[in-house]
């Protein structure tokens, strides 16, 4: 008696294509049934694809705000949060970065040069401080960095161009780029902005230089870390970044973001919202350090991870230019036998294909698998 009443289950289904799906249904007591896994149109694996995403900040209660408002209050009386340890009080002085109580930024607006997932179509809004707790040789943005250009504005302000980002330039999120220095006056300005309308996630766009204290106070509020791991080893970074302890300390920093925010995570219109993206800037001669960090991240931080193997590396700031003159130098070139020494000769050329490639090819080799590659299609580069 079964099969009759299976066969014209089946033959009352419509004719033409039939799902495969409800043939089984069909088949099927309904005390069998289960509920089907509903089809996602977009290729992410679930773990990584939000349905919809609030940003941190607007879950925090008011008793987590306050505490985070006394606690950069305190920080900024006794500048401790970045590694320099200055300790200074930045309402009369100022430490290593230059930088008092107020964030001197350079440039705020809509920034069409950051990964995919990040600018999407209307862009990032991007904060660019002036200043940097490193002083990088070779620094890409070494007029902002390494220069006191700028509107000096007070939390209050700068929270205020957060919401004209949002509610003007029409930005798919606020990017913070080199705060490191400033996390005292980025924390209130967050705030500042959450109570007057803010909604948009926050990128913590950094070096890596950050210490603990700064992260503790940046958790909750930040929603993608986007850190810049540059060099390995100490001798390196106490050479071309001038700070002994750079890479220890980064290594420390990105553990640190990735148990906050976990792995780089988007909504379907594939722009990012939560999560840790990595980036390397391959340097000339140095790809074997750009390997040890490709394995660092796989082994400590997450396979998952998701990494952006740069390539515009070009001489600039210090790079290149003259070496300062001494008495033998002079001699030598008053006769003509030999040619003027350029500072940090080293690096001095463009990178080459081959070192991109063995920095990739070492990510991969560790198990590292989620890159910021170019599209092969005209949506993102998810």
């Known amino acids: 008696m079964f099969r009759p009443r299976a066969i014209n289950r089946l033959s009352s289904l419509p004719r033409g294509r039939r799902d495969l799906r409800l043939a089984i249904s069909a088949l099927t007591p309904p005390s069998c049934r289960v509920n089907p896994i509903p089809c996602r149109r977009l290729h992410l694996a679930p773990p990584f694809l939000l349905e919809d995403y609030t940003p941190r900040y607007m879950t925090l209660s008011s008793v987590e705000a306050a505490k985070k408002r006394s606690a950069a209050y305190a920080h900024l009386r006794n500048c401790?949060?970045?590694?320099?340890?200055?300790?200074?009080?930045?309402?009369?002085?100022?430490?290593?970065?230059?930088?008092?109580?107020?964030a001197k930024v350079n440039v705020i607006a809509p920034h069409f040069g950051e990964e995919p997932c990040i600018q999407g179509h209307h862009g990032s809004g991007s904060v660019f401080f002036s200043?940097?707790?490193?002083?990088?040789?070779?620094?890409?943005?070494?007029?902002?960095?390494?220069?006191?250009?700028?509107?000096?504005?007070?939390p209050e302000e700068l929270g205020d161009w957060f919401i004209k980002l949002q509610n003007v330039g029409n930005?798919?999120?606020i990017n913070l780029i080199t705060p490191e220095h400033v996390v005292p006056q980025v924390t209130l300005a967050i705030l500042h902005a959450r109570d007057n309308g803010l909604t948009l996630p926050i990128v913590y766009n950094t070096s890596a230089y950050d210490s603990l204290?700064?992260?503790?106070?940046?958790?909750?509020?930040?929603?993608?870390?986007?850190?810049?791991f540059k060099v390995w080893e100490p001798a390196t970074s106490r050479r071309l970044l001038k700070a002994d302890d750079?890479?220890?300390?980064?290594?420390?920093?990105?553990?640190?973001?990735?148990?906050q925010v976990g792995d780089l995570c988007f909504t379907g219109d594939g722009i990012a919202k939560k999560g840790l993206l990595v980036r390397h800037l391959v340097m000339p001669g140095y790809e074997a350090e750009g390997a040890r960090i490709m394995k660092f991240l796989a082994e400590e931080v997450s396979?998952?991870?998701?990494?952006?193997?740069?390539?515009?590396?070009?001489?600039?700031?210090?790079?290149?230019?003259?070496?300062?003159?001494?008495?033998?130098?002079?001699?030598?070139?008053?006769?003509?036998?030999?040619?003027?020494?350029?500072?940090?000769?080293?690096i001095n050329r463009s990178v080459s294909q081959q070192e991109i490639s063995a920095v990739r090819?070492?990510?991969?080799?560790?198990?590292?698998?989620?890159?910021?590659?170019?599209?092969?299609?005209?949506?993102?580069?998810l």
């Open 131 to 154: 200043m940097c707790n490193l002083r990088c040789v070779f620094c890409q943005n070494h007029d902002i960095s390494h220069q006191r250009n700028g509107m000096d504005l007070t």
């Open 303 to 346: 396979k998952d991870c998701f990494v952006n193997i740069m390539e515009q590396y070009h001489p600039d700031a210090h790079v290149g230019k003259p070496k300062r003159r001494t008495k033998q130098s002079d001699a030598e070139l008053s006769t003509g036998e030999g040619e003027q020494e350029k500072r940090y000769d080293e």
């Open 213 to 228: 204290a700064s992260l503790d106070l940046m958790d909750g509020l930040v929603d993608i870390y986007l850190p810049d």
């Open 171 to 173: 930005v798919h999120n």
């Open 80 to 102: 401790n949060l970045c590694p320099r340890l200055c300790g200074v009080n930045r309402y009369e002085t100022t430490g290593m970065c230059l930088i008092g109580d107020k």
């Open 246 to 259: 750079y890479a220890a300390t980064a290594r420390e920093s990105i553990k640190h973001m990735h148990a």
């Open 361 to 381: 090819r070492a990510a991969e080799e560790a198990g590292l698998w989620r890159f910021c590659d170019p599209p092969k299609h005209d949506g993102f580069s």
